[in-house]
């Protein structure tokens, strides 16, 4: 479960970290907006050495359904646009995807 805790810290780093790039280059805001951006995705890659998997590509491999979901929320709470049936479908598969990757036994 600590695992888990450590992804949705990472997929809201991650996604707030490329928003602050979004805002800068595709909303014509200030390149200032660069500077949380860099602390969020650094803040990124630290949280996704604290997953709980001895190789780096599992650990990846698993964060790419929680990132799909997380994005989602990004979209319906801070962009306020509802995902639709299809962006909920998708995102289904992969979070399924990622628990077979997180649970599943291995020797």
Do not use: N
Not at 16 to 28: K, N, V
Not at 62 to 82: D, F, H, N, P, R
Request: with cysteine; net charge positive; hydrophobic share 55%.
């Amino acid at each position: 479960m600590k695992s888990i805790l450590w992804y949705l810290l990472a997929a809201f780093a991650e996604i707030g970290g490329c928003f602050a790039f979004w805002i800068w280059l595709r909303q014509s805001k200030s390149p200032f907006w660069m500077i949380p951006g860099m602390f969020s995705l650094a803040f990124f890659a630290y949280t996704l050495t604290r997953i709980d998997s001895s190789h780096a590509g599992r650990a990846y491999a698993a964060y790419g359904g929680i990132y799909i979901v997380s994005s989602l929320l990004w979209l319906w709470i801070v962009e306020k646009t509802q995902p639709d049936r299809w962006d909920v479908l998708g995102a289904t598969i992969c979070i399924f995807g990622s628990m077979i990757i997180l649970f599943s036994p291995r020797p």
